[in-house]
């Protein structure tokens, strides 16, 4: 009775952090919204380059340095954006997803050993928690593996239908629209790839920046 009636508290104090923390950083995430950053053009026109933006970058760091947290925060924000993608998950909210599953999973984790044994299962709960704070991880690695693959293995089809409809008349914004149409039911993965090369060109995108995007 001692060991529930001290679970119970523990539990509803670290829910409660749980889900405070993974409100935070959803909320954080998604005000950027990174997913829809491929369809927006550059526009570094008015910044200045060489030796003039070193000495403002620098000048700047030192009167905030606050923004240097911030740049660090936006890098690690992109690459895990940018993970996210290579794992075909494309939804803008889905870096905001894979956070809160970072602080959530192993808070869960954690919780199951002391609910079962009180206090002392401490021990078994550390080691849950370090356990669940890796699934997220690994869960977006093999996703990643899977999607790479499924990529490699369409990409000579694809591209065979692509020079087939090129020699056909097709120009080659039709092909690849084409492409994506043809092998949307054999090859999901690539078709999805396909269709938002064609959705950047027809944002404005030059066709190179949006097949560096693919290749990415």
Known sequence: TMSMDFAVPVIAVFISVALGAGSLASLTLARTAPGRRRLQPASDASRPTGLMAQVVALVRGRRNPTKQLAKAGSTKQARLQRRMESAGWTDPEAASYFALAELAVPVILALIPIALLGIRGWVAALVAGGVGYLIPDLALTRATRRHQKAIQNGLPDAIDLIV?????????????????????????????????????????????????????
């Open 164 to 216: 087939v409809c090129v020699e056909a008349g097709s120009s080659l914004d039709q092909a690849i629209v084409r492409a994506s149409e043809e092998l949307d039911l054999a090859m999901p993965a690539l078709a999805s790839e396909l269709r938002t090369v064609t959705n950047e060109i027809r944002a404005g995108k030059p066709r190179l920046e949006a097949f560096q995007g693919l290749a990415k």
